[in-house]
């Protein structure tokens, strides 16, 4: 499984777009890229998943660049319930049958009024 | 669809004892995985059952243990506790391997 490497912690104020990237340089030909929302005291939630170039769902955005070596979670105009701890994983994609998913320490979001 | 549920939601036990916590998951998921939460360790996967038999497993020691029943809910057992187990513990479900929908986790803490 690739090994996934993002910051630790970012900053942001209400209103404004929120980019966090994670770099996976080992991904494999038949990995996706899984992005996880987690609230303190709460189990991680799931929020996009993409294989490559962009995926948008109503809550965010995916961007992969055509290498795959890296990926862009893109939150716009978040508030304030957006303060929480992001995780980006790598491997194969659900209908794989991938239910053992390895988190890495993730992005510590927090936005502020 | 009701969620994921977890029981008990906190629990404080004492070194040497064991715990068995529940998970009950979505109707109609079959798969259920286990997972630890510590802050020095960060989330870490337990094991994954599908149709009562074990699929996946993590890294522990044989003090963790579960099983998965006919109904699809899933049982985790720790025997002997330590210090080190307190922890909050997910259990996660899926459909066929669909993505995965976690519980609200139990709070160990071991005294």
């Known amino acids: 499984l690739a090994k996934t490497t993002q910051p630790i912690s970012m900053d942001s104020y209400e209103g404004q777009e929120v980019n966090i990237t994670c770099s996976h340089n080992n991904i494999a030909t038949n990995d996706y890229i899984t992005w996880y929302q987690q609230f303190p005291s709460q189990g991680p939630r799931f929020i996009i998943q993409?294989?490559?170039t962009k995926v948008t769902n109503e809550v965010a955005s995916l961007f992969i660049p055509a290498d795959r070596k890296s990926s862009t979670l893109s939150l716009p105009r978040v508030s304030l319930s957006d303060t929480a701890v992001y995780y980006c994983?790598?491997?194969?994609?659900?209908?794989?049958?991938?239910?053992?998913?390895?988190f890495g320490a993730g992005t510590r979001l927090a936005v502020h009024p | 669809k009701a969620g994921v549920t977890q029981t008990p939601r906190y629990l404080i036990k004492t070194r040497g004892q064991q715990v068995t916590l529940s998970c009950s998951p979505i109707s109609g998921h079959r798969s259920v995985s286990w997972y630890q939460q510590t802050p020095g360790q960060g989330l870490q996967f337990l094991f994954e059952?599908?149709?009562?038999?074990?699929?996946n497993k993590g890294n522990f020691p044989g003090r963790f243990s579960g099983r998965q029943f006919s109904n699809s809910r899933s049982e985790m057992n720790v025997s002997t506790l330590e210090l080190g187990d307190s922890a909050l513990y997910l259990c996660?479900?899926?459909?066929?391997?669909?993505?995965?929908?976690f519980g609200p986790g139990t709070r160990l803490t071991v005294l």
């Open positions: 059952y599908f149709s009562e038999t074990q699929r």
């Open positions: 994983l790598v491997g194969r994609s659900h209908s794989g049958g991938y239910n053992k998913l390895i």
């Open positions: 996660a479900s899926s459909d066929r391997g669909d993505e995965q929908f």
């Open positions: 993409g294989y490559k």
